[in-house]
């Protein structure tokens, strides 16, 4: 069964919201979590890889570009530190970014732009897709770049849900 875990940090910009987590079956993004997660349904390392394999056939597919991959375990590593797998991918669609930051007024969210999304490897070998919850932040940002946002976020959360069906499938 595919899970979401939901996990939400309650920075001061949004004290309105309390922070909980909760498991959900449904790949639906949920708009009242910062952070989105789903769990492979296979575990250990040839899963991680085979999770970071599909990701990465899903955002080509989908027309997006990967413009950048980061091993963070590996950078740790080189600096004395060990930590499980994790590998952060900067993903973007032009289709999205451009309008985005072709005007002053919707530019202000170019700190947000590539979307990145993460796959790691917790210490059980559970393997995790992990990304912002674009969604819930659009409805909090509103107007053109809330709605720019928004529909960015559905095709990305599109992707990560056939991600997690070709992982089901194998």
């Given at each position: 069964?595919?899970?979401?875990?939901?996990?939400?940090?309650?920075?001061?910009?949004?004290a309105?919201?309390?922070?909980f987590?909760?498991?959900?079956a449904s790949?639906t993004?949920d708009?009242?979590?910062?952070?989105?997660?789903?769990?492979?349904?296979a575990?250990?390392q040839a899963?991680?890889?085979?999770?970071?394999?599909?990701?990465?056939?899903?955002?080509?597919?989908?027309?997006w570009?990967?413009?950048?991959?980061?091993?963070?375990?590996?950078?740790l590593?080189e600096?004395?530190f060990?930590?499980?797998p994790?590998?952060?991918?900067?993903?973007c669609s032009?289709k999205?970014s451009?309008?985005?930051?072709?005007k002053?007024?919707?530019?202000?969210?170019?700190s947000?732009?590539?979307?990145r999304?993460?796959?790691?490897?917790?210490?059980?070998?559970?393997?995790?897709?992990?990304?912002?919850n674009?969604?819930?932040?659009?409805q909090?940002?509103?107007?053109?770049a809330?709605?720019?946002?928004?529909?960015?976020?559905?095709?990305?959360?599109?992707i990560?849900?056939?991600?997690?069906?070709?992982?089901s499938?194998n």
């Amino acid at each position: 069964m595919l899970k979401k875990v939901i996990t939400l940090f309650a920075p001061i910009a949004l004290a309105s919201m309390v922070a909980f987590s909760s498991v959900q079956a449904s790949p639906t993004p949920d708009a009242s979590g910062m952070f989105l997660e789903d769990t492979s349904p296979a575990k250990g390392q040839a899963a991680f890889v085979n999770a970071i394999k599909l990701f990465k056939e899903e955002v080509t597919a989908a027309g997006w570009s990967l413009l950048g991959t980061d091993n963070v375990a590996g950078i740790l590593s080189e600096r004395g530190f060990t930590v499980q797998p994790v590998m952060v991918f900067s993903v973007c669609s032009g289709k999205y970014s451009s309008k985005l930051l072709a005007k002053d007024e919707t530019r202000f969210v170019a700190s947000m732009i590539p979307c990145r999304v993460a796959i790691y490897m917790k210490s059980d070998g559970s393997v995790v897709i992990s990304r912002m919850n674009s969604v819930g932040m659009a409805q909090m940002i509103g107007g053109e770049a809330g709605s720019v946002i928004q529909q960015s976020g559905s095709d990305m959360e599109g992707i990560i849900a056939k991600t997690m069906s070709r992982l089901s499938a194998n």
